[in-house]
């Protein structure tokens, strides 16, 4: 049996008795996986991290994975965010941005664009991992959005997040509304 045929095999065999990396972890309705991240603002670099149990119960929380600040789609993400920045704040909604970018990266893109915004650096991917948005083929987060309730329960989740048009960015409002 050559190595290609085994791979195949051990696929197979993984994916019938549930071992299918494509499989999901996380779902809505269980508690938040906690994390500490650093981050950077437009004016700063933060010197502690941020805990994520630090800032529940406050607001609900909006965790957006993208996979690298200055990219194209990526750019156009965090700008729609950005321009309707208000209206997630009427819906008493923090926005953490996290990618595996350094924190200088996210300070000098925060600083251009102007994001009201803090970007969280997952530089080794480990919270992108504990949330089901990393990509392992490519070495980059997946651009997916998650709802964190004041509770820290996931309240929503869009695992395949798009900046085709402004759909899934809406449906992400619908689902804070809901929450209101």
């Known amino acids: 049996m050559s190595c290609r045929e085994m791979m195949l095999v051990l696929t197979v065999l993984a994916t019938s008795v549930g071992f299918s990396q494509s499989e999901p972890t996380i779902k809505v309705g269980q508690t938040a996986p906690d994390f500490s991240l650093q981050y950077a603002t437009r004016d700063s670099i933060a010197r502690t991290p941020l805990k994520l149990s630090n800032t529940v119960g406050v607001r609900n929380i909006v965790l957006a994975f993208y996979p690298a600040d200055w990219s194209g789609g990526c750019t156009k993400e965090m700008c729609t965010m950005r ?89 992400l409002k619908d689902a804070l509304a809901k929450l209101q």
């Open 83 to 171: 321009d309707d920045f208000k209206d997630l704040e009427k819906l008493n909604a923090e926005l953490l941005a996290i990618s595996g970018d350094y924190v200088f990266a996210h300070h000098a893109w925060a600083k251009e664009q102007n994001f009201p915004f803090r970007l969280l650096s997952d530089h080794l991917h480990a919270v992108a991992k504990l949330y089901d948005s990393y990509n392992d083929k490519y070495g980059f987060n997946k651009r997916t959005v998650f709802v964190i309730d004041k509770q820290g329960k996931i309240a929503y989740e869009d695992l395949e997040y798009s900046v085709a048009d402004n759909d899934d960015f809406i449906r």
